[in-house]
């Protein structure tokens, strides 16, 4: 059997989980700095939106980091 892949296939975007899962007191993941929201919905979410959440954790990161 063959598997046909589509040319215009959308690029994959890895989960950022780090396997450090621990919510802080505003349900923000310690590990990856998703909240919990974006973590529940990382499976069906679009490509669009995935990068926006990789963005948004990483922008918590960035102002965690500088406190």
Known sequence: MKIIRE?????LIP???????????????LGCRRKLSEILEWHDASVERKQQILDDSRQRKSHHSNQ
Request: charged share 45%.
């Open 15 to 29: 989960n950022p989980c780090i396997r450090n899962c621990c919510l802080d007191d505003d349900d923000i993941c």
């Open 7 to 11: 040319k215009n296939r959308e690029k």
